[in-house]
């Protein structure tokens, strides 16, 4: 093997070792949301347009109506708007509104099935808004606590 190509086989999997199954974005980098991610979670979360992944605090485990973890977003827009985006359209992918509150840090509550969603909204200083969205387990009523 030729020193570039043992190269280039060891640049390919120090890359495929640092990069993460969430569109294909490396680990540590922010990305946009792009319209590979928005297939991965269609049908069950929407996520507005532009709105830029921070990926050193996103953990997503499996992908489509069965993941679970932690989204975590910038958003450009007016806050009002960014929690109206996330109000009106979770419930369009089947979420039911089970709370809500809008203030300096804003929270909305879902529930699908099995599984419950939060997302908490604050805006920043500089005209965005940090949104993190956390989907996990539904703890039945009755079940046993560990």
Do not use: H
């Amino acid at each position: 093997m030729t020193p570039i190509k043992y190269l280039i086989v060891l640049l390919t999997a120090l890359a495929t070792a640092g990069c993460a199954n969430m569109g294909g974005t490396a680990v540590g980098n922010d990305s946009t949301v792009t319209e590979a991610t928005s297939k991965q979670l269609s049908g069950d979360v929407t996520l507005p347009p532009g709105a830029v992944i921070k990926q050193q605090d996103t953990l997503v485990m499996s992908a489509a109506n069965t993941w679970m973890g932690r989204i975590s977003l910038s958003v450009a827009g007016e806050p009002q708007a960014v929690f109206a985006y996330f109000r009106d359209g979770m419930p369009t992918t089947g979420w039911t509104l089970t709370s809500s509150s809008f203030s300096k840090t804003s929270l909305l509550t879902f529930t699908k099935a099995e599984r419950v969603a939060t997302v908490q909204m604050q805006a920043t200083n500089f005209g965005g808004n940090d949104v993190l969205i956390t989907v996990a387990p539904a703890v039945r009523a009755g079940a046993a606590r560990p």
